[in-house]
């Protein structure tokens, strides 16, 4: 049998990059301009591009396995905070209608969806004393400092700066995705308030029917609009009331007694009033919307159960957990053996001997007691970046020998041909590129109090200043290796964020578009 007429033409038309109209597909969302927030992934490498691209300098953020001394001792002090992240529930939020922020935390409330790992950071780096935050952070904090949490996370979603970064990491269909979960949740929202109109409609109307019933009732019972009694009627005007009565409830949910009507009274409460007829009633229609709310909630509510980041940290000698969803940070308690508290860099210790982690191990393992196995939660430390730390060094050990190597030209000329007084090529002297140390950087560093001490000491003795430089040479080599090292993690986090941010969508759908229009497409996916 041959086939259908157009077919092949219609295939045709529907594959590759155009539309079964023959119109090319929508431009796909631009991230860097999309006004939502999107998921992000908990791997330290994306979060430690984020810092570095908000022009965060001197902290990095690193995956903890085990919560034992021995990994804690093995975590680079200072360790500045703890981000974690676990799969969110209601049960988790907590009513916060007592408290404050105080003005010494910074501290903003998540306003949008999905946005909760920006939150965590941002609510941690502007915590850290005297931390290098860049020009866009520090202008932002400043301009927020006296808000409070509820305008913050508002400042927050409106700050292009951090939002183009985290969604920097957002593919296509990231996009898509949220957009389709906003456009669900206004749907729901929408059908909950179409819900709670109908039933008020229909509670509107129910009494408007009560309501008339009741004066049906009064007349049946001969009740005359002048307060006196009528006579008594007849029982063909009994029984056309009780016709009449059950034409207004067709359903036989109204109940009613023979006794009260005497009286000249009606029941309006439906669980005290005996029922004319011995038969169940049917179900009401508000039983079946409520019904319906409910599982409309339920469903929204399991579906809205996604993981979230919050962050624990020391602040002025108490530890705070700072979660983005909460009304206010809340104070864990202080961390020092005599619970004083302590302005000091409290990310180690107060002074008085107390270890903030020790505080927050126990809350981190009960939650992760409450998870079911361990793909429910993931737990990261921000700790303090070696790297900067050690280009100072280094900068500040090629600042040593360029003061030693003046002292020296006005000692002896032709000393570096001395035994002691020769370069080695991959010495540090001026600058050094391939490691990110400049010239203006060896210019604004200080030199080391023992080298300075040695020179006034040793001034006009040739052979100990030579010397001197022999030990500053020999010191160079392990600042020249750990800057490499330091580097090598950093090239590895921007690797890992180049490929999460190559987004591979066009390819494939290039692709499949090609096996389409070759109309193998087809045999291949009834062969999987």
């Not at 920097?168 to 206004?186: G, V």
């Not at 190559?502 to 045999?523: C, I, M």
Request: charged letters at 30%; aromatic letters at 6%; hydrophobic letters at 35%.
């Amino acid at each position: 049998m041959p086939p259908k007429k157009g077919a092949k033409r219609k295939a045709k038309a529907i594959s590759g990059n155009s539309v079964a109209n023959g119109d090319a597909p929508p431009a796909p969302p631009d991230r860097s301009t999309w006004p939502g927030w999107v998921e992000m992934e908990s791997e330290p490498a994306f979060f430690n591009v984020m810092l570095r691209e908000m022009g965060v300098q001197g902290i990095k953020v690193q995956e903890i396995y085990e919560l034992d001394e021995n990994m804690l001792a093995f975590l680079s002090e200072p360790v500045h905070a703890f981000i974690f992240l676990f799969r969110y529930k209601d049960a988790d939020a907590q009513s916060q209608s007592n408290g404050s922020c105080p003005k010494h935390v910074w501290f903003a409330n998540q306003t949008p969806d999905y946005a909760c790992a920006s939150f965590a950071l941002l609510n941690i780096v502007n915590n850290i004393p005297g931390l290098r935050l860049g020009k866009e952070l520090q202008d932002f904090k400043d301009f927020t400092q006296d808000m409070d949490p509820l305008s913050r996370g508002d400042a927050v979603d409106d700050f292009a700066f951090v939002k183009r970064i985290h969604n920097s990491f957002a593919r296509e269909t990231d996009l898509l995705h949220a957009d389709m979960q906003i456009w669900s949740k206004a749907d729901k929202h929408k059908r909950r308030l179409a819900a709670v109109k109908a039933k008020e409609t229909r509670a509107a109307k129910k009494a408007e029917t009560n309501s008339h019933s009741a004066e049906t009732r009064q007349k049946a019972n001969g009740v005359a609009s002048n307060g006196r009694s009528a006579r008594t009627p007849k029982p063909t005007a009994k029984k056309s009331a009780k016709s009449n009565l059950q034409e207004v409830d067709p359903e036989g949910d109204f109940q009613s007694s023979a006794s009260p009507l005497k009286n000249g009274e009606g029941h309006d409460n439906e669980g005290t009033a005996p029922r004319r007829s011995a038969r169940e009633p049917k179900p009401r229609k508000d039983t079946y919307a409520a019904d319906s709310n409910a599982t409309d909630e339920t469903t929204a509510t399991t579906e809205e159960e996604g993981f979230h980041f919050i962050a624990y940290m020391p602040i002025q000698g108490h530890v705070w957990k700072l979660d983005g969803l909460d009304r206010h940070p809340q104070d864990l308690g202080s961390f020092g053996e005599n619970g004083a508290d302590n302005d000091d860099d409290s990310s180690k210790k107060d002074g008085t001997g107390g270890d903030w982690k020790q505080l927050v191990i126990p809350e981190l393992t009960a939650r992760m007691a409450q998870c079911e196995n361990g793909i429910q939660f993931n737990l990261m430390a921000v700790l303090h970046d070696p790297l900067q730390s050690e280009r100072d060094a280094l900068a500040q050990n090629a600042k040593s020998l360029q003061l030693i190597d003046a002292a020296l030209d006005g000692l002896a000329e032709g000393w570096r041909e001395m035994e002691g007084g020769e370069t080695p090529s991959d010495i540090v002297t001026t600058s050094a590129a391939e490691l990110g140390i400049s010239a203006l950087d060896i210019e604004h560093s200080p030199i080391s109090d023992d080298v300075q001490t040695k020179l006034d000491e040793y001034a006009g003795d040739f052979l100990k200043v030579l010397r001197l430089r022999e030990e500053v040479v020999a010191q160079q080599r392990p600042l020249r290796l750990a800057v490499r090292d330091a580097m090598t993690a950093v090239r590895g986090d921007d690797e890992k964020a180049r490929h999460r941010r190559h987004d591979y969508t066009s390819f494939l759908r290039g692709w499949l578009g090609a096996l389409a229009e070759e109309e193998v497409l087809a045999d291949l996916v009834a062969a999987a």
